[in-house]
């Protein structure tokens, strides 16, 4: 069973149900998921913890159309995507969705404000690509290549083409596996920028705990179940985290 949830004020965006996924491996049954069921809200920043294995990113996956569960069902302001074909799923990603990865994921031969502007092409009403990179303070390297930039820079362009077609949910998994705790830091400042400026809801898979304190709700993954929710009177700054 999960968790019992409560929160005010914010507007319904997903309401996931009896989320279940088990993939085969050969002659194995692998349980990803067992029967999650919660509720995440229109601009909270929430903040997913728990061991490998034990669900966030098979949710996430499923969270951004990337995935399909086994069962259950999975609502999106009203809409049902449980049970969307290829291309409705691929719309909902293109139209609500953007996704920031533990690795960058750069185009090595496009600078950094050509790879943000490849986002704003597909996109109904995005952003300009100068002013994306400008909430994630890199207005000053929009003509750099990712090789010319740093591991936390090129993650932050990565946030900025992310965000560019303003998403109404910004999904991370693992945003600061790859970096320092300095450079970690302006990565989660980028992503706090993004939450409070635009009113996205974010949502971080991370193994490290101390991340916790600059979220609204964490929510604790163990063996695919949601183990507990804890909600923080207070968020933390980024500045204010050690690690």
């Known amino acids: 069973m999960s968790a019992p949830q409560e929160h005010s004020g914010a507007s319904l965006a997903f309401h996931i149900e009896g989320l279940t996924k088990v993939y085969e491996m050969g002659d194995v049954l692998v349980h990803a998921l067992r029967g999650v069921t919660l509720d995440l809200y229109e601009g909270e920043f929430v903040v997913l913890l728990g061991p490998s ?4 990113s098979t949710l996430v ?4 159309g990337l995935d399909n569960a ?25 139209n609500h969705v953007g996704f920031v990865f533990q690795f960058y ?18 996109a109904i009403d995005p952003m300009t690509a100068e002013e994306a990179l400008d ?3 890199l207005t000053d390297r929009s003509g750099h290549f990712p090789a010319q930039m740093s591991g936390g820079e090129q993650q932050r362009v990565a946030i900025a083409r992310a965000v560019a077609k303003r998403p109404d949910v910004l999904l991370c998994d693992e945003p600061t596996g790859a970096l320092d705790i300095k450079t ?17 809801l974010t949502v971080v898979i991370t193994h490290n705990a101390a991340i916790a304190a600059m979220a609204d709700r964490v929510i604790y993954f163990a063996d695919g179940n949601i183990d507990r929710i804890e909600a923080n009177d207070h968020r933390v700054d980024p500045s204010e985290i050690s690690w």
């Open 61 to 64: 996956n499923i969270l951004g």
């Open 135 to 137: 909430i994630v303070n």
């Open 184 to 200: 970690g830091i302006v990565v989660l400042e980028a992503l706090k920028r993004v939450n409070e400026t635009l009113g996205t």
């Open 70 to 94: 086994t069962a259950g069902s999975v609502n999106f302001r009203g809409e049902d995507l449980t049970d969307e074909d290829e291309s409705a799923l691929t719309k909902f990603r293109r």
């Open 105 to 122: 994921n750069l185009i090595p031969s496009l600078t950094a404000l050509e790879n943000v502007a490849l986002v704003t092409e597909i």
């Open 53 to 56: 294995g034990s669900g966030k």
